[in-house]
Each structure stands twice: as C-alpha cells, then as structure tokens.
C-alpha cells in the first residue's frame, strides 16, 4: 500500500503564489507515475502536471509557464503555483501510479482546497 498526505493549500489573492507538498510512503518502489489533478467545484477533474519516474514532465496548457512539478530524493511531490487566477481555484490532489510485477495500483491523496480571490 502507498499513502499519499498532501499539505501547501489555502487562500491566495490573484497573482500570488502557493506550494502543495505530497508525501509518498509505504511500498513505494516501482512507482512510475506522479501527478497532480484538481477538480473545481461543478467541473470535471483536470490533469494538471505529471512528472515521470525517468523524469519527463509534462502540464496542462493552462498552467504552463507558471506552475511547476518536482520532486526530491524523499518521495516528496511538490507543485509550486505562481501568477495564481481565480480560475485556478479547486481541490487539488496527488495521484501516484505503481506496478507491482503485471499488478498497478492508483493511489489518491485526500486533497487540499486551493482558494484564489480576485
């Protein structure tokens, strides 16, 4: 089992920035996926970035240029968010994906609320 515990949400004016952190542990190898999405209230859930366990990165259009996916040696996930919009507003939430021999698993975290005030 992989536990997912995210932290870095809150109110923001417009233009200003946040960090969401998403610790990863538990049976942590093989992971080759970690991501995260974010669900505004009445929308669908978006992709948002995803950062790939050979290092590929990759962002949803609408946030290119100012958030940015990383991770560190502690499997600690972090998006950082810059120029935040009111239309950034939502609940954001990490996502890993693992292989265990032909077996993957998706593991969610419990989000955290985004909040951008114009």
């Known amino acids: 089992q992989v536990q997912l515990v995210e932290s870095g949400g809150g109110l923001v004016q417009a233009g200003g920035s946040l960090r969401l952190s998403c610790a990863v542990s538990?049976?942590?190898?093989?992971?080759?996926?970690m991501a995260w999405y974010r669900q505004g209230t009445g929308k669908q859930r978006e992709l948002v970035a995803t950062?790939?366990?050979?290092?590929?990165i990759n962002y949803a259009d609408s946030v290119k240029g100012r958030f940015t996916i990383s991770r560190d040696t502690k499997n600690t996930v972090y998006l950082q968010m810059n120029n935040l919009k009111p239309e950034d507003t939502a609940v954001y939430s990490c996502?890993?994906?693992?292989?265990?021999?032909?077996?993957?698993?998706?593991?969610w975290g419990q989000g955290t609320q985004v909040t951008v005030s114009s």
């Open positions: 996502y890993v994906h693992q292989w265990i021999g032909n077996v993957q698993s998706d593991y």
């Open positions: 538990g049976s942590i190898f093989n992971i080759d996926t």
């Open positions: 950062i790939l366990s050979r290092g590929s």
